[in-house]
């Protein structure tokens, strides 16, 4: 059965349709034989989807009038509508797209030969968002600002990739759930997007090109274990011990480290993938060298990497970076210590990219957002 709360976008009343970009090929095998169609239809349809792009249905010249109709009437090939894009000098690129219900999502383009995780690629790299704003509520992030709305649908997640390329004029080959939102809170979709960008009648983008980035929910990493793709997967870690973690990160009550570290071990048994940690170096809070030598012990043993990312200022918070000398402070440690570590270069600063900064500002201005920011 067709799982059209994972694939249809938060549609108007008086736009129901379904995203066509949430569809995989098995679910338009199942609804064209509902129609009394052949099932090579459904690869007829993908390949005008994804493959050529089609914006109207009408354009399917190898589909019948009566199933072209039928198409239209019931799903959406809409772009999502770009309502603002900021760039810096740098050729970062964040897209702010509206989505149906009014709300906004933020997709960030980084140009190639920028790291992720510390490696240079020559791919461009998209961040793409899981869900309109975020209920985890991390100390040091504007995408919890306001509040979480909902989940995205997978025809919306796709749709983003598929929306930037064009937008951007680029083809993206490597990709990180590391926008607004929680991915792992929204697994059902993002599994369904997942299968979908990955698949060669999809989007084909390699499974070791897409990273998923979590702020620890252990038992959903141990059921993203399952999933037989060989995704990679980055924590967003930011403190080495529970009481540093518990001041900024509220996940961490819930899902302590020891409890996050268990599930890690689960993932590296059922991926043999070396997980990355995030850690964004905030003063005062997590730069300490104590906490750099705590974390090069926690993991060695998973043999991970570490991304030292120096904390990208928002508006109306109270944190700031520490200086490049506290910085390199810190790395140093991480190195000595036998630890694959690197410090980001990071980009779009100027254009505020920390997540759900520009989302914030704009659902601000037109009155979505009516609570204050909390202090």
């Not at 920028?114 to 309109?132: H, K, M, N, Y």
């Not at 390329?165 to 979709?189: I, Y």
């Not at 409890?259 to 905030?282: C, D, G, N, P």
Request: aromatic fraction near 6%; charge should be positive.
């Amino acid at each position: 059965m067709i799982d059209l709360s994972a694939s249809t976008s938060s549609a108007s009343p008086d736009s129901p349709r379904v995203s066509a970009y949430g569809m995989s090929l098995s679910d338009w095998e199942e609804w064209l034989g509902a129609q009394g169609q052949p099932k090579f239809r459904a690869k007829q349809l993908v390949e005008w989807i994804f493959g050529k792009r089609a914006k109207t249905f009408s354009e399917m010249s190898n589909l019948g009038a009566a199933l072209r109709q039928r198409l239209e009437a019931s799903f959406s090939l809409a772009r999502l509508p770009v309502s603002k894009v900021s760039g810096s000098q740098d050729t970062t690129r964040k897209f702010l797209f509206r989505l149906e219900d009014g709300r906004y999502v933020e997709t960030v383009m980084i140009p190639a030969s920028v790291s992720f995780a510390g490696e240079r690629s020559d791919r461009i790299t998209l961040c793409v968002s899981s869900q309109v704003g975020c209920a985890y509520g991390c100390k040091f992030c504007a995408s919890g600002l306001a509040g979480f709305t909902r989940n995205l649908s997978a025809g919306e997640i796709v749709g983003q990739v598929i929306t930037a390329e064009e937008e951007g004029n680029e083809v993206v080959r490597n990709m990180v759930f590391m926008g607004m939102g929680e991915p792992l809170a929204n697994l059902p979709r993002l599994a369904k997007a997942l299968e979908i960008l990955n698949a060669p009648w999809g989007l084909n983008i390699g499974a070791r090109h897409m990273t998923v980035s979590t702020s620890g929910l252990a038992p959903q990493i141990e059921k993203l274990a399952e999933i037989p793709m060989q995704i990679r997967l980055a924590i967003s870690l930011h403190g080495a011990t529970d009481e540093v973690r518990d001041r900024i990160m509220p996940v961490n009550a819930k899902y302590n480290i020891d409890r996050l570290f268990r599930s890690l071990a689960v993932w590296k048994e059922q991926k043999k993938q070396m997980v990355t940690f995030e850690y964004i170096l905030i003063e005062g809070v997590n730069d300490d060298v104590e906490q750099a030598r705590i974390l090069a012990k926690r993991t060695r043993a998973l043999r991970a990497k570490i991304n030292l990312i120096p904390y990208n200022t928002v508006e109306g918070l109270p944190w700031k970076r520490p200086s490049e000398q506290q910085q390199q402070a810190f790395l140093s440690v991480l190195r000595k210590a036998g630890v694959s570590a690197t410090l980001r270069t990071e980009k779009g600063h100027d254009i505020n990219a920390a997540c759900g900064q520009l989302r914030l500002k704009e659902e601000t201005a037109e009155g979505l957002v009516v609570s204050a920011v909390a202090s």
